[in-house]
């Protein structure tokens, strides 16, 4: 059984946030994975040169915004700095962290393209004076900002996974396709899960391990379950482990969490520690678990860490291994086309926010201004190997994965059924869309997919 997806006020949320992460997961009971049973139903409600500015009015239309961005970024595209700048002033005084969506969907560009700008002024500074260093200008805006804050970021995370579906989508469409693979009567799990954050995921995954052993009628105790959990702060995989062995004690569910440290801050060293880092157990049933992570491994024109990673999990045969990604092609080479890319993309999700929370929300202001916007300044603002937001579409994944030898494990009915019950009770808004293509589940807004979900053997 799963529940998961309580809906509280903003300072119940907050209050839920500081006291324990898995009360969003776990504090109610209106959602249910399935095996094979009905979805139980709740009753829950819920190019332009700067010439063309000219005539520029103080509240321009959307689309001329819009248009006005991608000129600013042709501009940096042509070297044109000093035109970049005048027309990053022009956008900056239209545009406001508290306005409507397009106006902050700019306000964050702005930001993002305002530090593209500095770095290039502070590269040719270096330049000019004819210093080597190894710190290069094009880290130091992170080192000034709260981009780089673990503690709001992992704030922002909940609060992410709490105004929006995106998350829960993932997660919950993930823990079908894990649930789906396990034999009933599985005695022992093992799930390695890749940046496990406050592993928010599991509880619901647990309450549907409890169910289906109650619903055998097998004389065999529950299940064990082991969950090594990836992450680069020990202090706090610590205490998601400690959060989720009590959760799993609640349940009389037998549990096991391993801590794995992800070296430097480097999600691509795992490939090289992983198998002396692991222990599977006989008779054990592994599944892998990838949200939002293997973009992480990509770089420009390179794919060779994300290969070996691949060859690397395939060697240690999981009976399942699930993604998400975002649904974008944010690893261009051209920074113009990265930026055309990003800008539909992040205006799809302010327009979902937009649609679906009051104009003063603080978890939504939160969420723009540090975890989207952090986002934007990496695909907009750095090159190179400190560029990580690398986000492909999922027919690029799909083309890797099978070169690597894994084939697609359709998902099922039930993930699409649960995946609606999620937006109707929590999300009521008819721009949210679902899209089963190609055996993977897609989740949009409007016209637009945005993430995508998969399972993979």
């Known amino acids: 059984m799963l529940g998961s997806l309580n809906n509280t006020t903003s300072s119940r949320h907050d209050q839920q946030q500081e006291e324990d992460p898995l009360a969003a997961a776990a504090s109610s009971s209106d959602l249910m994975l399935q095996h094979h049973q009905p979805l139980h139903q709740s009753h829950h409600q819920y190019s332009s040169s700067t010439s063309r500015v000219g005539g520029l009015m103080n ?24 035109a970049a700048h005048r027309l990053i002033s022009i956008l900056s005084a239209s545009s406001s962290p508290y306005g409507d969506s397009i106006e902050r969907l700019v306000h964050q560009f702005i930001r993002a393209l305002s530090l593209r700008l500095n770095l290039h002024h502070a590269n040719a500074t270096l330049l000019m004076m004819n210093i080597t260093t190894t710190t290069t200008a094009t880290t130091l805006p992170y080192n000034t900002t709260t981009y780089n804050d673990r503690n709001a970021l992992q704030s922002c995370y909940l609060s992410l996974n709490q105004i929006t579906p995106f998350i829960r989508f993932s997660h919950l469409t993930a823990n079908q396709a894990i649930l789906e693979s396990l034999q009933v009567g599985q005695q022992s799990i093992h799930i390695l899960d890749f940046d ?13 391990l409890v169910e289906r052993f109650k619903n055998s009628n097998m004389l ?17 995989l610590q205490r998601t482990g400690e959060r989720l062995l009590k959760f799993a004690q609640s349940l009389g569910l037998r549990f096991q969490f391993h801590p794995l440290l992800l070296m430097n801050d480097d999600p691509t060293s795992v490939a090289f520690y992983l198998p002396s880092a692991l222990t599977i157990l006989p008779d054990e049933t ?50 113009l086309q990265r930026f055309v890319e990003a800008v539909d993309h992040y205006g799809a999700i302010f327009d979902s926010l937009e649609a679906t929370l009051p104009p003063n929300s603080r978890e939504r202001l939160a969420v723009e201004q540090v975890w989207f916007g952090r986002e934007i300044v990496e695909i907009v603002a750095t090159e190179g190997e400190n560029r990580k937001e690398r986000h492909e579409r999922f027919d690029s994944w799909e083309m890797i994965l099978r070169s690597c030898g894994y084939s697609n494990v359709p998902l099922s009915g039930y993930a699409l059924s649960q995946a609606k019950l999620l937006l109707r009770l929590h999300y009521p808004s008819e721009g949210y869309q679902l899209q089963i293509l190609n055996n993977s589940l897609f989740l949009g807004w409007q016209n637009r997919a945005l993430f995508s979900v998969s399972s993979w053997h």
């Open 59 to 82: 509240s321009p239309p959307a689309i001329h915004m819009r248009q006005l961005l991608i000129s600013c970024a042709e501009l940096f595209s042509q070297s044109d700095f000093s």
């Open 196 to 208: 496990i954050m406050h592993g928010v995921q599991w509880p619901p995954l647990m309450q549907a």
């Open 220 to 236: 065999q105790p529950p299940p064990m379950l082991r969950i090594t959990g990836t992450g680069n702060d020990i202090e706090i």
């Open 286 to 335: 592994l599944a892998v678990n990838c949200m939002l992570f293997l973009h992480k491994l990509l770089k420009d024109h390179d794919t060779r860490d994300l290969r070996l990673f691949l060859h690397k999990i395939k060697a240690l045969n999981p009976r399942v291994v699930t993604m998400a990604e975002r649904e974008a092609s944010h690893n261009h080479p051209v920074f």
